[in-house]
């Protein structure tokens, strides 16, 4: 190794050692403007700025074209407080170098010392777009990238002790943060982003997705909004601006974005998918059914289309579908999250042949990989539920029975997916006063708020927090809900129905802030139930159902809890189960009707004619009537489902049907 190579290795291992290994140099060659560089540096790094300087300032002077010189006076500059002559070395090594992404980062931490935003703004853009091929940054990115979490986070915090305001630092971390599913922390990271650089539009992009995932849709379609002044025509913001308005219940201007998307460029796959999803919402079953195959037509390897077609329940794959399949989901290339796909639609394909055993094999592979990235612990929901039953007593609900806001207006429905509960939403929008939406997310955001909310350091999380709330903490908790759930109510109808099956776990929540709202919980017999939830691949959440165990233990565990609201709060809830309503339908809906304080209408009967947007998987049979023959299917894979049948334990002996 050379004299000035060891010097460089010494300078981050210890800069006294590289001082001194530079001053023997420079007793050999006096004046060799590298060795002085590295000197003035070795110098720096030990704090003592002065004698940096007295180096670097007439290096920077004999060598006005050399950007580390002007990078290296600038720091030492700002660190003795001399931040203007700081910003003017800092942007002298930017005229020498303009892709100096260490140098732009510079600058910007000192304009924003001295209050310079707009300055400030521009440098971490010019960063922004230098600063990705750090090896700083390239390691945890490519950690991130192959799954390295772990890593990829202890790499980016140990640079951010070192580099605070490296904005792409920060938005890696956000990442992090994300795939986490720690929501708070990706916002925080991201709207820190943002203040250092408003124009930072990864940054503002990924902040919109963030709000998203927290259903904050006014927020995050103003995100877009921002990002449309700039760049109208944005295809990548466009898309995120759609599928926010999706969620806002906006199909027909959602639909109308990606129509212009595949004007302006035809060749998009992910787009004719997403078309198709929003076609399937509102009914409009054979432009749905062409927008799933023009993607499969531009791409075969896709596998979202090909299950999203399997998924519409009323239609068989072809066979020509079928050899597709085969023939993609082991090819080499082709991504996991594909052939997950494909597998869950191959599993369907061959079901609708009747090759059950052959169809079950392709479930399990697509639920093995499935498992991969959606880790699940049942004994989170063990834990919850022990102490809501330690917690919520009948004691409890009387000392608190004239709590919460008195709204009427909600309809819960929940339970588990694959129960029957899309089927008895449809019915129950059917009636003129009541309004179906989606599966609304926050009930479970407000019990996230409350877990995470601690007036002292010593409070307890949910749900024992409940016992520390007073009486207008409940009564604003229940209209928060109630302003935070207008955006999805179009039709000016009176009620309301939020469908979100994992409510159940938030019953005790739900009557003590909202005490006249109606609760329903909607009950399919286990193995039939269990088996649905094995074979559906859910787009988000319900990480508890790509394992027949954890299902059987995960619906052992929700009767077990619905049991204790049945004892505490008896007559609360009202429950169906789906074996009943198809088996009797016009008497279970006139008690359906009746528990929520509705008059009967024939139009319930034809909530199959009912043309509103339905999101959920089983938005095609609702569209139907009701089909008997199916309660049994489930039998066709009965020699496969042993693991489902042990975890449920005696409910297969306790359930009515």
């Known amino acids: 190794m050379n004299a000035i190579a060891l010097i460089e290795q010494q300078l981050s291992v210890d800069p006294r050692k590289a001082e001194s290994l530079a001053a023997e140099l420079l007793l050999i060659n006096p004046g060799h403007q590298l060795t002085q560089l590295l000197q003035g540096i070795a110098i720096r790094l030990q704090g003592d700025q002065v004698r940096a300087i007295a180096i670097l300032e007439p290096l920077s002077r004999s060598c006005p074209d050399a950007p580390l010189v002007h990078l290296q006076l600038g720091l030492a500059y700002r660190e003795t407080g001399r931040v203007a002559e700081a910003a003017a070395e800092m942007r002298a090594a930017v005229a020498a170098k303009p892709d100096f992404s260490d140098a732009w980062l510079a600058l910007a931490d000192v304009l924003i010392s001295t209050g310079d935003g707009v300055g400030a703004n521009l440098a971490f853009l010019e960063y922004a777009r230098h600063g990705a091929h750090d090896p700083a940054l390239t390691r945890p ?127 998009q796959p992910t787009v004719w998918t997403s078309l198709g999803h929003m076609l399937k919402s509102v009914g409009r079953r054979e432009e749905c059914i062409e927008a799933y195959r023009k993607a499969m037509q531009i791409a075969p390897c896709y596998g979202e289309p090909y299950w999203s077609l399997a998924n519409l329940k009323t239609l068989q794959l072809s066979d020509q579908d079928l050899a597709i399949m085969l023939d993609q989901v082991n090819a080499p290339g082709v991504t996991e999250n594909d052939r997950l796909h494909f597998h869950f639609a191959i599993g369907k ?24 990235d959606k880790a699940y612990h049942p004994e989170e929901l063990e834990a919850h539920i022990r102490r809501s039953q330690t917690l919520l007593t009948p004691e409890f609900f009387k000392e608190r029975s004239r709590f919460g806001h008195a709204a009427p207006d909600p309809i819960f429905i929940l339970g588990l997916p694959r129960s029957g509960s899309t089927l008895v939403e449809q019915i129950l929008a059917s009636h003129s006063t009541v309004e179906g939406t989606m599966e609304l997310p926050e009930i479970a955001a407000i019990a ?29 908790l229940g209209l928060a809900y109630i302003e935070q759930t207008r955006i999805q109510r179009k039709s000016g109808r009176p009620r309301f129905i939020d469908k979100m099956p994992n409510n159940f776990a938030h019953i005790g929540l739900i009557h003590l802030i909202l005490p006249e709202a109606r609760i329903i919980d909607v ?45 505490v709060l008896p007559g609360r809830v009202h ?71 042990r975890a449920l334990g005696s409910q297969l002996e306790d359930y009515p049907y």
């Open 141 to 267: 990115a490519t950690a991130l990238r192959e799954k390295r979490i772990d890593e990829a986070e202890n790499l980016l915090r140990n640079h951010l002790e070192a580099q605070p305001n490296d904005i792409i630092a920060i938005s890696l971390l956000a990442d992090v943060a994300d795939r986490r599913d720690n929501m708070r922390e990706a916002e925080a990271l991201l709207k820190r982003c943002l203040e250092l650089a408003p124009g930072y539009r990864r940054a503002r992009h990924n902040y919109a997705v963030v709000l998203l995932r927290q259903n904050r849709t006014v927020e995050a379609l103003a995100q877009t909004k921002q990002l449309l002044v700039d760049d109208p025509r944005n295809p990548e913001v466009r898309k995120l601006k759609s599928a926010i308005l999706v969620r806002q219940r906006d199909y027909d201007e959602s639909i109308r974005i990606c129509t212009d998307l595949l004007q302006d460029q035809p060749d």
């Open 448 to 476: 996230k708020s409350l877990d995470m909310w601690r007036p002292r350091a010593e409070s307890p999380g949910y749900p024992e927090i409940l016992a520390e709330l007073g009486q207008d903490s409940f009564r604003e």
């Open 349 to 372: 394909a061959l079901e609708d042949r009747g090759r059950f055993a052959e169809s079950f094999h392709h479930y399990e592979q697509g639920n093995a990989l499935r498992r991969r």
């Open 523 to 567: 009950r399919r017999h286990p193995m039939a139930c269990g088996f649905s939830l094995f074979k559906e691949h859910f787009a988000h959440s319900q990480n508890f159902s790509y394992n027949l165990e954890h299902i059987g233990r995960y619906y052992r565990n929700y009767v077990e809890l619905m049991a204790h609201f049945d004892s």
């Open 575 to 645: 429950r169906i189960f789906y074996e009943r309503l198809v088996a009797d339908t016009e008497n279970e809906i006139r008690r359906l009707l009746e528990y929520c304080g509705l008059p009967f209408e024939s139009e319930c009967l034809a909530f199959h004619d009912n043309k509103r947007p339905v999101s959920t998987a089983s938005s095609e049979q609702v569209r139907s009537p009701i089909y008997k023959k199916a309660l049994g299917h489930w039998r066709h894979y009965e020699p496969w489902l042993g693991p489902l049948k």
